[in-house]
């Protein structure tokens, strides 16, 4: 009900609080810095904190809900996407930013039930911007009510493209020649380094659209639905529905310039989440 998804946004904008308070910290710390995938693909012990500080709040609230976590995923526990109310937690999403002293990475919350995300939080704790949607109620940045830009024109758009940790030389080179063709159509391309912001870039209007590959469900869940709820259109990459476990995304200010996009781009396929 209405009533129990404002429960669970008031728990975890509570978390999210107490969690924004430690990345800001860590931010200006000195951090042990380790890699996961590969030598891009890092971690911090931040990440690990931030995501224990989460789940025991949400934990200690709805003991009966399931977590699907970037940092417990990849310790090895592994929670699969089913009907059961499933919070998605990337505690730091833009970690390389992070190590870097780039002010730009998000908490990244999502709810979903029966599959359907119904709430989502990205949070910058450095800028203090706090954008929020909860299914059918539109998307808010610091409590303002956000729209997406409406752009229909490729050829006026600034995109957002990723390259992503995954230093495998046939998917960089894939990903190099995506954003060769698309720049020379459009009035900018930006990588900003988080998926999550990225999304509520394309839902505050300040970027046209956005793309990635190998993403995970953690880094888009909470983002696609701000997006959508600020009237952007978000679908898999080769213009089918998203899935949110299929590590692929294209969200667009319209559906038309989805359409635009989405016969420029190669198709890159990833063992699902
Ligand atoms: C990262 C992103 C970034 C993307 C990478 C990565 P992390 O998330 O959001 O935009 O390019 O694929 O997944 O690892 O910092 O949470």
């Known amino acids: 009900t209405q009533h129990d998804i404002d429960l669970y946004y008031r728990t975890i904008l509570d978390g999210i609080g107490t969690a924004g308070k430690l990345v800001r910290e860590g931010f200006t710390a000195t951090k042990q810095v380790t890699t996961k995938e590969g ?4 971690l911090t012990e931040y990440d690990q904190r931030v995501e224990e500080i989460l789940i025991n709040r949400l934990r200690e609230s709805f003991p009966t809900h399931k977590f699907i976590g970037e940092e417990s995923t990849a310790l090895g526990i592994k929670s699969s996407f089913t009907d059961d109310p499933t919070w998605i937690i990337d505690p730091i999403d833009g970690t390389t930013n992070f190590v870097h002293g780039f002010p730009f990475i998000a908490i990244s919350v999502a709810l979903a039930i029966s599959k359907q995300v119904v709430l989502g939080i990205v949070y910058n704790p450095i800028t203090d911007q706090l954008y929020s949607a909860i299914r059918g109620r539109g998307a808010f940045r610091n409590g303002q009510i956000i729209k997406c830009s409406g752009q229909k024109n490729l050829s006026l758009s600034q995109i957002l ?6 230093r495998d030389p046939a998917i960089l080179d894939t990903k190099c020649k995506i954003l060769e063709t698309i720049i020379g159509k459009v009035h900018s391309i930006r990588a900003m380094g988080s998926a ?4 509520c870039l394309v839902a505050e209007g300040s970027c046209d659209a956005y793309f990635e590959y190998g993403v995970h469900i953690w880094d888009y869940a909470a983002g696609d639905l701000i997006a959508r709820e600020a009237g952007a259109y978000t679908c898999d990459p080769s213009g089918a529905p998203l899935n949110l476990i299929d590590r692929r995304v294209l969200c667009a200010a319209t559906k038309e310039l989805a359409e635009q996009i989405s016969p420029l781009l190669i198709q890159i396929d990833y063992p699902h989440d």
């Open 39 to 42: 030598a891009a693909d890092l």
């Open 161 to 166: 493209g990723e390259y992503g940790p995954n």
């Open 196 to 199: 999550a912001l990225n999304l």
